[in-house]
Nanobody, 115 residues
Framework: VQLQASGGGLVQAGGSLRLSCVAS????????MAWYRQAPGNQRELVAS???????NYADSVKGRFTISRDNIKSTVYLQMNSLKPDDTAVYYC??????????WGQGTLVTVSS
């Protein structure tokens, strides 16, 4: 199982970024997917999730600003992040949150939001 996240970078507050995560090694279209983030000194937290049928869920802190989506043909999950805040600074990871693959984590992608 591989989870290759990309798209992070340095952005000013109020800006936008789009993260991508390409998954392999399991049947992507049958699995829910999620984005997590971990800021320095903090525990990893769930940011957004999407079921295999496309139902989405968001942490209160990102509702209305972030959008999760998936492309089952490309085995890719996306996170569109708008109106970014310094508190969004973290390493972002994708992960299939339920089932036998939930222990697999990629290297993540770093998002830094400057004030």
């Amino acid at each position: 199982v591989q989870l290759q996240a990309s798209g992070g970078g340095l952005v000013q507050a109020g800006g936008s970024l789009r993260l991508s995560c390409v998954a392999s090694g399991f049947i992507f279209r049958l699995n829910p997917m999620a984005w997590y983030r971990q800021a320095p000194g903090n525990q990893r937290e769930l940011v957004a999730s999407i079921t295999s049928s496309g139902t989405t869920n968001y942490a209160d802190s990102v509702k209305g600003r972030f959008t999760i989506s998936r492309d089952n043909i490309k085995s890719t999950v996306y996170l569109q992040m708008n109106s970014l805040k310094p508190d969004d600074t973290a390493v972002y990871y994708c992960n299939p949150p339920i089932g036998r693959y939930s222990n697999y984590w990629g290297q993540g992608t770093l998002v830094t939001v400057s004030s």
